[in-house]
């Protein structure tokens, strides 16, 4: 009965590799996101997609590409991975996208290193 | 200027020590504040939200703000070893958070 899960959770590849980071949530929410927390623990949101809708584009280099085939699935894929892409990324979902009601689920997350 | 900042601590207090967490922000706009916390290898969870000023009580937790001067703070009564972890004060209408402050409570 997980809110919120990602796959895989450790994700460890090569420079240059292509890969894919899946989310899904059972919550019913419409709106879910995509951080990326760094080795300062400091969280950055990059997308957010509202009933399949992007919404959210934040300055991210354009080898990530977010995908969202249902409101229940938010996939992150990323081109070309470089050493400072490792990271911590974090799937979340939220019932609206603004104001009260805007509190977010966070899934636990996928490690991601870069050699 | 960033949006919010919060001081990266580490912060280690005695176990029933009362524990205050604090966040600065940039903008008087900013109406709507929560607060998450981290365990370990986790991902956030949400504590407490607050609208606008004034104080939330949620048990052992308080949420204040002060928008005077863009302030806000999370206070932890008779904290406990459980509580340590990473707690991260975040602006709702940007999806912005604070770094977070770690926090460590010992016996």
């Known amino acids: 009965d997980t809110a919120v899960s990602q796959t895989p959770k450790y994700l460890v590849t090569q420079m240059g590799n292509d890969k894919s980071i899946k989310c899904e949530q059972n919550?019913?929410?419409?709106?879910m996101y995509w951080y990326k927390q760094d080795s300062k623990k400091f969280l950055k949101i990059m997308f957010s997609y509202n009933n399949k809708e992007l919404i959210i584009n934040e300055t991210v280099p354009n080898r990530f590409s977010p995908k969202s085939p249902d409101k229940a699935h938010l996939n992150l894929h990323i081109n070309s991975l470089e050493l400072g892409d490792s990271a911590v990324y974090f799937c979340?979902?939220?019932?609206?996208?603004?104001?009260?009601?805007?509190?977010?689920?966070f899934g636990p997350g996928t490690r991601l290193t870069v050699l | 200027q960033k949006e919010v900042e919060q001081d990266p601590g580490p912060l280690s207090v005695p176990e029933g020590a009362i524990v205050s967490l604090n966040c600065t922000y940039s903008n008087s706009a900013f109406q709507y504040f929560m607060w998450y916390r981290q365990y370990s290898r986790k991902g956030p969870e949400l504590l407490m939200y607050?609208?606008?000023?004034g104080n939330k009580e949620d048990g052992r937790f308080t949420a204040q703000v002060d928008k005077s001067s863009k302030y806000i703070s999370l206070f932890i009564r008779d904290s406990q070893p459980s509580d340590s972890a990473t707690y991260l004060c975040a602006i709702a209408s940007k999806l912005t958070f604070g770094t977070g402050t770690r926090l460590q409570v010992t016996l």
């Open positions: 919550l019913g929410h419409d709106t």
């Open positions: 607050t609208y606008s000023s």
């Open positions: 979340a979902s939220s019932e609206s996208r603004t104001g009260v009601g805007n509190e977010q689920f």
